[in-house]
Structure formats: C-alpha cells, structure tokens
C-alpha cells in the first residue's frame, strides 16, 4: 500500500502476495536410507548439511545411504542455513541420542533473566554426566576441545541455576549482561557415548534505551519510552530515574514529564535496578530538540566510537514546511561558529557522519588521546534562524593501555625480577577481551591482561588489545630503569605525491649500539636473507631520495621526491653486540596520495572563515596564506586568521603545492537564447552564469517577486504573453553575493480577435452623431483603420470612428482592420439605414435569431393583410410594402424617400470557434400614398467579423449580431 497526498490518494495492490511458513525440514526413515524433505518447492539442487548425533557428517545431498544405527538420531538443514536444522529423529523407534532445543533464538534485555530449555535422550545408558556450555568461553578452558560446566565458569559465578529432570534441562542465568551474547549448548555422557552438539540456543542480550517520542511546545515536559530492541515475553514492570533517583510512581514503558534542561533520564527492568539504561538529556523548545543516548563514553586509544543522539523539529514552522539542509558534529568554536569535523585537519580521515530518520551518529575511529573532548551535535533547517544545537554533548575519553608493574619481588639473581605485569586502561573493557604482549619488540604467547614472570634488565613489554594491535602500551622495563625500547612519533603518516616527510621515533638501549637503520618489510623481497632487514639507504628505490639524522636517542628518516610507491610501513632497527632489536610492534604507516589541498569556507554570524583542508595533511602542517596571488606574511596555520573581503580571492599552500582560491560570484548577466524577438509559444531559456568558488546558488526573480528556481537557467517550453517582465538572478556562496541587471522579456503576438462596438446604444436621432469603436490585444500594440466596402480608400484611422451628421447615404457595410507586424484581424460592421429607429439588444444564439426572424415574418404579413383590407375599406388603395430578407451584402436595397415610421432590427452575434451565418432582414420604408398614417416595417442589420490569420493578407470571417433602433423624424 502507498498513501500520497492527495484527498483519498491511497491505493493497495491486490490480490497480494501468499507467504506459506512450513514447520521446515523433516527427515524421512525409508527401509535403508534417510530422505531430508520440504513441503516447500527447494531451489534447484540445493546443497545439504546431515548430522548424526549432533555431529555434522559428509552429506550434501537430499538422501543419505550410509549404514544407519538404531542408537543413532539424525537431522539436516540446508547449506547456508545450519542453524535451522530439522528436528532429530531416531531410525527406529522413539528411543536415541538426541537433543532437541525449545528455542534456536532468545533476546532478553540486560539485568533480566532468561531460561534456555532442551529436551534429551540417550540410548539404553544412563547418563553419566550432563551440563551446559558455550563454544564462546572455549578459549578460557584448560582444553580448548573439551567443553567445560557453565556453572563453573567464574564469569557466570551466582548467575547460573540448572534444572534438569525427565529428559528436560533448562539454564537460568540472571543478571544478564551484554556480554553473555553466545551460543548455548547441553551436553550429556553416557559410559558410551557422548553428546556433540548440533547449533544450541543463541542468546542476545542488549541494553535498554530511553527514546525521546516528543517534546511538547511548552518546551519542559517531553514523552519518554524505554525502549528494548528484544521483544518482552508477558508484561514486564519498569523503573524510572530522574538525576539517578528513583521515581516510585511510574513502572510503565512509557513515561510522560516534566522536566529542567539539567535533568537526565534512565530506565531499567523491575527487580533488575542495578542495570539502568544510559542516561539521557532532553532538550528542546517548541518542538526542537537533540536528545543524546550517552553523556560520558570512555574508549580505549586506538579503537573506534560511535555517538548517538536523535533530534526533533517541528515540521510546519512559521506559515511553511522544516527542511534539514545540514547536520554537523563539532568540539569547538570558530570566532563564535561551531566548527565541522569533517573540515577540521586534526580529524581527517577519522570522522564519518551518518544520519536516518532523525537518528544522528558520529563514528570516530583510531581513536587518539587527543581525541578527547565533548562532542556536540548541530542541524541546520531552511528557516530562519532555524538551527539547533545540542548543548551539553557527550564527553569522551580516550586512554592508551599502560602496563603496570604489581607484585614485584627480587629472584635468585640480583639481576632479575619476579613481578606480575596487568595491561591496564582507565576505561572498563569487555570481559572477554584478548590481549597481545610484546617482549623487546616481539609478540609473545599471551593473551591474558595479566602476565608474570622472570624480568631481566635488557627487557622491555608492551600491551595492546587483541581487537587494536596499533597502537600498543608504551613500552616499560622489566627490571630497573633503563632498557631496550622504541617509540614511533606517529603511528601512521599522510603526504603529498612529490612531496617530503619525516618519520621518527625515539630509542634507547641497554648496550652501546653498534648499528641502526630504518628499513620497510614490504621490501622483505628484495633482501639477500628475507628474516634479514636491509638498509633503506641501500635500497635503489630510495636512492637520492632518504636522509636519516639520528641524535641522542631520537632518529628522523627524511624520504623526498614522494611516490606512491613508498606508501608502506617504516620501522627503526638498532643492534648491540649482545642483542637486535627486531620489532614485530607496528612502526609507522606511511599513505601517499595525490594532493587534495582545498580551502573550505564556512559562514558564521561574523562572515566567512577560511580553512586550509585536506584528508591526508594534519593540524600540524605548516601552511602559507595567498590573498589575489600575493603571500600574506605571518599566516601559517590552517585556520586564515584574517578578516575576509568578499572582493578578494584566497589560496593556500603546503611545500610547493597550491589550493585553487576562493572567491565570491564575479560580475556577471543573464543570458537568453534564442536571441531577437519572442512570438507566443517559443521556447526560451535564460541562463544565469557567475564565476564563483564555491560554486553559487542561483535565485531567479520577476521584477519584485522570487520564483521558486534554484538552477541556473530558467527554461519557458511554451512563453505565454503573461510571462513578460523584467527578469534578474542572484548569485550566491559563503563568500558573497551579486546581482544581475534585469533582462526584459517581451512576448510578441499578433492582434486578437478585435472588439466593436456602437455608441450611442440608446435611441440615435438622424443627423446625431455614431460613434464605432474597434479595440483588439495585441503585442506590439496594433494600429487601427476604418473600410468600407467598395471604396478604396480607407475611412479613418485610429481605435474611434466618428460620423458626425448620420445619414441614409452613410448605410453600408463597414470594417475594423488591427494590425500589426506580427499579422492582422478585421470585424466587419453592416448598417442599412432608412427610415426609422435604431435600438439596440443583444441576442445569444443563431438559433434565436432565427426565431425571431420567423416570428417577425408571420407578424408582419398578418399585419400587411390586416392593414390592406382596413385601407381598401376606408380609400380603395392597397399598400405595396414588402418584406425583404436579406443574405449577406446583396440584401441591401434604396427605397422611395417617402417614409414612414418603421421598427428596425440590427442582429450581432459572438462566435466561438466556428463561423456563424448572419441574416440581416431589412423593411424598407414604405412609400406615402394618399394619407399620412403610419406603418411600422421591420429592417435586420448584418453587421460581420472577418478574422485575419497571423500572416497578413487572409482572413477569417467571424459574424456578430446586433440589434438596433432607430427613430427618424417624420417631415
């Protein structure tokens, strides 16, 4: 299913997907031999795994044919997924070796407890010994082959209670910690056989976490929930804490308070206090907040970290949406601005960021003493003043192993030691951490964190985790003060192709040296005697290009003129006449890259701020600052420390390399294509370039309005005459900002279909004054003239057309032609005057018009008969008045000037899209004969629109109905 936006835009796929769980494998007894089936259809030729007792077997197929036992049990699993193998069943019968788990997986929450169950039979024995153990603590047994009693394992002390009865064992352990994440195995002897174990029951423990669901716009009072990645079994009762103290009221998941910005938060399983969650720190205001899931984090040098915090915005602020452009992670300030540590040199290559959905983490790895510090969190939105910071942060510390010294006693000889050496750090490190011990330099058989033996005066140990062989413990002496030992500077280098380094260490020894070189093992193949190091000078790949000073128990090797090729690890070597040093501790690690050397512009509340930035160089390096090309004399850091002028450019440079600089937008225009003039419906883009680095962010504007275009060009498929107008752009980076001069944008188009009108519409006496009046919209503004039909001459010119003493010589048929360069229209005007009165009326169909003719053509006929026998009565004369319809131009005929007073109807009509026939039925006046009374007659006027295309020259005829009156004074 997919839900949009849109008023029931939701839509679910039918009929769906059918998904059938089978119970899985099962082993099928046929006469002599074993089949491993599935209800569900298998992959073609798939792979299988067979165990027999417990113990996996060469099998692979779907059947096994080996000779099978009636004491034996047997299961399967397919290749790829052994640890759901088919349940164990006995060849014959029910009674066999076998075990059978209650559950292959459990999670359960740190503190709880949790019970691991099995059901077991042995074959006609009885059981000798039965237990429980796990492949994870192997290492720690005097057999690493022989599983050892759970119960005995001084891990599990007071945690572990074992109930076994009736072919059923189950393990309780308590007070679960992360650290009891394993596999779990039961195990039982018989005088003859032993249990070896198909894949146990996998514990996973994890910590609860308080989860921020909302902070409320009252800013102090938030909506907690403690959380668990494992689903709980049965309801489970919780404690709270608030600043560490017990808050009695509350043994629910979820937990809704109030709260000060100092307040922490913790929860934890009832009846399991003493294994608390992490505290955690709400902060927000009107709905922004980051919330972080540990305050203080201790890691041991060497390793990585991850910090985690969340953060909440409000989605709809201030009349539009929130939207995160940029997060950060920071440890300090840049002239009040938090500075990314992603642009920071002292931490490249050893920070990533990874943010989903509102979720925040920072990774740092080979964690270095000087790493150290409070970590906050920082996101940026699109609003204004729309950023959050995280105060408080999370505090790490970062400590290095060091060995200690305990118990120390003097030998049987003066000159020797018996002493227990611990491999200590102030951070609390896992229980089941492995160690290495490195004697003089070279690894020995240990990985315990404790070592005792015999100490000599020459010897030297260092400590590292098994998990961060680099960096170890600084070395210390066994016996006395003064021994064989070296200490790399740097454990690891970064530099530029062509470029130089220095890599050195400090030495000392128990002896006088008689030699002492620097050499790589990566070289090892060159060497007459690989176990041998041979002289880096003397290597020909070096040659020209190393320089080693050594003084006072310090040595610099110097290599110049850097190749990729040289990227290797470097270790220091000295011998005295009684010992070598050999070294099998980590030396220092040189990476050669091309150069990557950039300045990296950050905008704070004081102006921008300028950092020398690469992922290989460090903090350490010495930089040179460049203003427009020209050194700027004591600036050597990588932090520009000058003000900065949006009109200058900068660089920098480290040895004889060079940034490309950074500046602010240059002048620039838009541009438009195509060129010339634009006719409706073009294609037309404008283009908005500036020089700038960083790249700018484009803006595009109409007149005083900002369009909702960020690209830099702004693209019209098909340009309409409501796009005209003044076009500009801005251009933008940290550096500054600039405008364009406006582009004018004229959309041409040719006149449109043009408007006429008559005026007076009310009653217009013979000899008043007509006024036509012809407007149509057009681009460029079109020019008007006035025809009438067969005369040559055009009768005006100009939007108005004026006849000042209206008379019967002035009927015809009259036209407006617009025109402009882009092509012409015309509205043509057909009046036939004569005796009467023009009125005017509107009418909207051509279907009514024709009713109303038809109409007025019944009326008058029934008239004139009425009228010829009432005038033959009273004078014997007949009346020879006659209607006319006319069609068209032909319709119009001269009459006798005797007149009468007669009705006269002038039809217009509207088209849309199509040509309309218009009728113009027009009575003449009727001659006087021997009385002066009156007639009413009936004229139609036509009045026509022809339509010019876009090119000059052919037209279009559009007719319009109108209707008018007019009276004529009787003389």
Known sequence: MFTTNQEGGRYTGSPGVTLSVTAGLQVISHSNWLECRSSCRLPNNPSYVWYKNGQEIQAKTSYYLYPVYNSDSYSCALQGYKDFPSP???????????VTYTDRSICASKGSSVDISCLYNSYNYPDKSTFWFSRERNHGGQNPSQPEDLSTDSQYTGRVHVETERGRSTLRISDLRERDSAEYHFKFITPRFEWRSLPGTTLTVTALQVQVIRVYQSSTEAELKCHSSCSPAGGLSYVWFKNREHITSVETSTYTTWFYPTDVFSCGLKGHEKFPSPSVLIQGQY?????????????????????????????????????????????????????????DSEYSGHVQYSSNNKDCTLRISDLRERDSAVYKFRFITNQEGGRYTGSHGVTLSVTGLQVQIRGSRSCFSKTCTWAELKCHSSCSLPGRSSYLWYKNGE?????????????????????????YKDPPSPSVCGHGHSCNTVMYTDRSVCAFKGSSVDISCMYSSYESITSKFWFSPERSRRWQNPSQPEDLSTDSQYTGRVHVETERGRSTLRISDLRESDSAEYHFKFKTPNFEWRSSLPGTTLTVTDQDLQVQVIWSSTGPKLICHSSCLTDRSSFLWYKNGTMIQGERSPSYGGQVDPADSYSCSYQKYRST???????????????????????????????ANPEAKYTWYKGNQKLLIEEPQLVFSSIQPSDSGQYYCSAQNELGRRTSEAVFINVNYAPMLPSV????????????????????????????????????????????????????????????????????QNSTLHLIVVAGAWKSAATGTITAVLLVILLLAAFLWIRRKKKSVTQQSKGGERLD??????????????????????????????????EDALYSNIRPPQPRRHTEEQDDGVDYTTVKTENASSAPGTRRQD?????????????
Not at 332 to 342: G, I, V, Y
Not at 784 to 809: L, V
């Open 959 to 971: 007719d319009f109905a109108l209707y008018s009156t007019v009276n004529k004074t009787q003389h």
């Open 757 to 824: 009108s008559v005026s007076p519409s009310a009653e217009i006496v013979e000899g008043s004054s007509v006024t036509l009046t012809c407007s149509s919209d057009a681009n460029p503004a079109a020019n008007y003239t006035w025809y009438k039909e067969n005369e040559d001459s055009p009768k005006a010119s100009g939007q108005i057309f004026t006849i000042t003493d209206f008379r019967a010589e002035h009927s015809g048929k009259y036209y407006c032609e617009a025109q402009n360069r882009r092509g012409r």
């Open 88 to 98: 164990s069943v006995c060849v014959q019968g029910e009674s066999c070796n076998r």
């Open 287 to 343: 709905g922004w907040g980051v919330t972080y899931t540990s305050t203080p984090i201790c890691a041991v040098k060497g390793s990585t970290v991850e910090i985690h915090c969340s953060y909440t915005y409000p989605s709809w602020w201030k009349g539009s949406y929130t939207r995160v452009q940029r997060t950060l992670w920071f440890t300090k300030m840049n002239n009040n601005e938090p500075l990314d540590l992603t642009t």
């Open 443 to 467: 690894k020995i058989n240990k990985e315990t964190s404790s070592y005792s033996d015999y100490f000599y005066p020459p010897d030297s140990y260092s400590c590292a985790l098994n998990a």
């Open 881 to 914: 008045n006659r209607a006319q319809i006319n069609m068209g131009t032909a319709a119009t005929q001269r009459q006798p000037t005797e007149q009468e007073d007669d009705l006269n109807y002038s039809i217009i009509s509207f088209p849309q899209n199509q």
């Open 661 to 691: 600089p950074v500046y602010a937008p240059k002048p620039f225009s838009v541009s438009r294509t195509p060129p010339g003039d634009i006719m409706k419906n073009d294609s037309v883009t404008l283009t908005c370039s500036s020089d």
